[in-house]
């Protein structure tokens, strides 16, 4: 029947989505910790054209999709034994800690509505990911378009333009010690930003 192949259909993108959420979390990560923990000499990562990388988070992703086709297994069964094809998309697993456990059904059908559209969106991101660095040979989060997702607010240009603008007008404080000599805090903290920027935006 029709209504039977389209909850399939919906078994497969609820599955789908839920991997892709944890896809759009893991990738962004994993470049992440390499520039913070390997050497520049090493090399850029990209997930498209491979590069030295650290193993912790495809493995931790192999891992929870290995565990998630012995869950469809798994479920599968339990679908045939208990509910045979009256069962809902994605109910099998779907909250694994029971913290909708006594909620209203329609709290329960919001809240199911939201993964549905949430996996949306991140299979959509990660189908960008993939886009963005088969087309531009560099890592995601060092795109100059990523950068407000992906770096902190104080290395972004504009960002700092914006700061320098609202708090740079009057004079800054300068104090005098005995064995340095006059230090002029808020432009020692400015160079120091600009050169952690320049360093995070040319790595």
């Known amino acids: 029947p029709r209504a039977l192949i389209l909850r399939d259909y919906r078994e497969a993108e609820i599955r789908h989505g839920r991997l892709a959420m944890l896809a759009s979390l893991f990738w962004p990560l994993q470049e992440i ?22 193993p912790y988070f495809p493995l931790l992703m192999t891992a929870i999709m290995l565990l998630l086709g012995y869950l469809d297994i798994y479920a599968a069964a339990v679908k045939e ?11 099998c697993f779907w909250d694994p800690l029971r913290l909708m456990d006594g909620a209203p059904d329609a709290m329960k059908r919001k809240m199911q509505e939201r993964e549905l559209n949430n996996g949306r969106i991140a299979m959509t991101a990660v189908l960008f990911y993939l886009l963005e660095e088969a087309a531009f040979h560099r890592p995601l989060i060092s795109l100059p378009f990523n950068e407000l997702l992906f770096e ?33 805090f808020v432009e020692a903290a400015r160079e120091v930003m600009q050169e952690e920027g320049a360093a995070l935006m040319g790595g």
Request: hydrophobic share 40%.
């Open 33 to 54: 910790l390499d520039r913070l923990l390997l050497p520049r000499s090493f090399g850029q990562f990209t997930l498209v054209y491979g590069g030295p990388t650290l």
């Open 81 to 91: 034994r208990e509910s045979g094809d009256a069962f809902l998309p994605g109910e």
């Open 152 to 184: 902190p607010a104080y290395a972004v240009p504009a960002v700092q333009a914006w700061l320098d603008r609202q708090f740079g007008g009057g004079p800054s404080p300068v104090y005098t010690f005995p064995d340095v000599g006059s230090v002029d």
